[in-house]
């Protein structure tokens, strides 16, 4: 399998070539899929932004098929299907290789530390605030404006202290299911919006 796409808008076009359980980035790096130790799909958006990418590594090494874009954009993004067709034919050429092998989906290692401590900070802030305002005199009425962003924090700290918490495991797929679910991702950006 052949696959051209932008990683970005702008940066120019990359291209790979998925041969069997070989997979190589041209001029760039080459994988031995039988070698690969451990893969992670992510996707995140901020703001107005969309940002995939497969992590393969082998051993310490870590090779990334990545993507990014505009979010109401990528729906009709030629590059954003490129890369999850990319994805879906390495993920099906690991299970045929190392049919054991699970995929862990979403943000993984020192981002999702990261992003439970911005959590954590979030959500004491919102609690702590608020008796520190009460206790230091001020207004009922500037109190209760206060409390709008207040609540705020508490609720996307939560959010974020309950998705990323380091004791709960992390969601992991088996290789074979991934073509499965990144299908459905773009079915659904393909489908018509009512």
């Given at each position: 399998?052949?696959?051209?796409?932008?990683?970005?808008?702008?940066?120019?076009h990359?291209?790979?070539?998925?041969?069997?359980?070989?997979?190589?980035?041209?001029?760039?790096?080459?994988?031995?899929?039988?070698?690969?130790?451990?893969?992670?799909?992510?996707?995140?958006?901020?703001?107005?932004?969309?940002f995939?990418?497969?992590d393969?590594?082998?051993g310490?090494?870590?090779?990334?098929?990545?993507?990014?874009?505009?979010?109401?954009?990528?729906?009709?993004?030629?590059?954003?299907f490129?890369?999850?067709?990319?994805c879906?034919?390495?993920?099906?050429?690991?299970?045929?290789?190392?049919p054991?092998?699970?995929i862990?989906?979403?943000?993984?290692?020192?981002?999702?530390?990261w992003?439970?401590?911005?959590?954590?900070?979030?959500?004491?802030?919102?609690?702590?605030?608020?008796?520190?305002?009460?206790?230091?005199?001020?207004?009922?009425?500037?109190?209760?404006?206060?409390?709008?962003?207040?609540?705020?924090l508490?609720?996307?700290?939560?959010?974020?202290?309950?998705?990323?918490?380091?004791?709960r495991?992390?969601?992991?797929?088996?290789?074979g299911?991934l073509?499965?679910?990144?299908?459905?991702?773009?079915?659904?950006?393909?489908?018509p919006?009512?």
């Open positions: 399998m052949q696959a051209r796409f932008k990683p970005a808008p702008a940066r120019g990359v291209s790979f070539h998925l041969d069997g359980p070989i997979l190589s980035q041209e001029d760039g790096w080459t994988l031995d899929l039988t070698q690969v130790t451990r893969v992670a799909f992510v996707q995140t958006r901020v703001k107005s932004n969309v995939r990418h497969m393969l590594w082998q310490d090494l870590r090779h990334s098929v990545s993507w990014s874009g505009l979010a109401g954009d990528w729906t009709t993004d030629p590059e954003a490129a890369f999850l067709d990319l879906s034919a390495t993920a099906d050429a690991l299970a045929k290789v190392q054991d092998l699970r862990t989906w979403g943000t993984y290692g020192r981002s999702r530390k992003m439970f401590a911005i959590g954590l900070i979030a959500l004491i802030a919102g609690l702590g605030l608020f008796p520190i305002a009460a206790l230091s005199g001020v207004a009922t009425s500037k109190l209760l404006t206060a409390a709008i962003p207040m609540i705020a508490v609720l996307i700290g939560s959010t974020l202290v309950a998705g990323y918490a380091p004791w495991k992390q969601p992991t797929l088996a290789a299911d073509r499965g679910v990144l299908t459905r991702i773009a079915e659904r950006a393909r489908a919006q009512s």
